[in-house]
T-cell receptor, first 111, second 115 residues
Framework: DAKTTQPNSMESNEEEPVHLPCNHS???????IHWYRQLPSQGPEYVIH???SNVNNRMASLAIAEDRKSSTLILHRATLRDAAVYYC????????????FGSGTKLNVKP | EAGVAQSPRYKIIEKRQSVAFWCNPI?????LYWYQQILGQGPKLLIQ????????DSQLPKDRFSAERLKGVDSTLKIQPAKLEDSAVYLC?????????????FGPGTRLTVL
């Protein structure tokens, strides 16, 4: 019962910005939007999260649509180290903080 | 700060054998999660503990899988007997349980191959 939809794969050139889209049309008003990434042979790691407003941190930016039915993770300058599977996740704080993982987007970064 | 520790990193067994995985969460984290990640898929939650109590085990195949978290710290996940379809990476994660942020921190995982 995946609650998010992402493209299976995307490709980017090194040093260029990357926009990773996610659809979550059934999001509830209290669900948080989290993004994690998973490097090969590692566990997922936190990237960014938000509720309604756009968010920035040292790793990325998160743009959330006004109706909250979609969001976009923005990597401002992709590096080879950013090649990973990126997961858009809904977290339900009133359902034991459950994470609903989708199948993720595999990002390939070309030198 | 030490991260989430898991062992072993790799395990190969034959079907119908038993196997156990161990997880040590980040110190002070009240919530512990076990996920199963089949190749090419996102992680699927198997069981969630709050301290040493089970919060959600709705997707745990209870006829063969069991998990415990004694004293609210370390946790063990067991499969007995294993099936071919149990081949996957088993991820452990922990969080401090704060509702507003509640970031989950993942361990490196245990890759299980069932032959």
């Amino acid at each position: 019962d995946a609650k998010t939809t992402q493209p299976n794969s995307m490709e980017s050139n090194e040093e260029e910005p990357v926009h990773l889209p996610c659809n979550h049309s059934t999001i509830s008003g209290t669900d948080y939007i989290h993004w994690y990434r998973q490097l090969p042979s590692q566990g997922p790691e936190y990237v960014i999260h938000g509720l309604t407003s756009n968010v920035n941190n040292r790793m990325a930016s998160l743009a959330i649509a006004e109706d909250r039915k979609s969001s976009t993770l923005i990597l401002h300058r992709a590096t080879l180290r950013d090649a990973a599977v990126y997961y858009c996740i809904l977290r339900a704080p009133y359902n034991f903080n459950k994470f609903y993982f989708g199948s993720g987007t595999k990002l390939n970064v070309k030198p | 700060e030490a991260g989430v520790a898991q062992s072993p990193r790799y395990k190969i067994i034959e079907k119908r054998q038993s196997v156990a995985f161990w997880c040590n969460p980040i110190s002070g984290h009240a919530t512990l999660y076990w996920y199963q990640q089949i190749l090419g898929q996102g992680p699927k939650l198997l069981i969630q503990f709050q301290n040493n109590g089970v919060v959600d085990d709705s997707q745990l195949p209870k006829d063969r899988f069991s998990a415990e978290r004694l004293k609210g710290v370390d946790s063990t996940l067991k499969i007995q007997p294993a099936k071919l379809e149990d081949s996957a990476v088993y991820l452990c994660a922990s969080s401090d349980g704060g509702a507003l942020r509640d970031t989950q921190y993942f361990g490196p995982g245990t890759r299980l191959t069932v032959l």
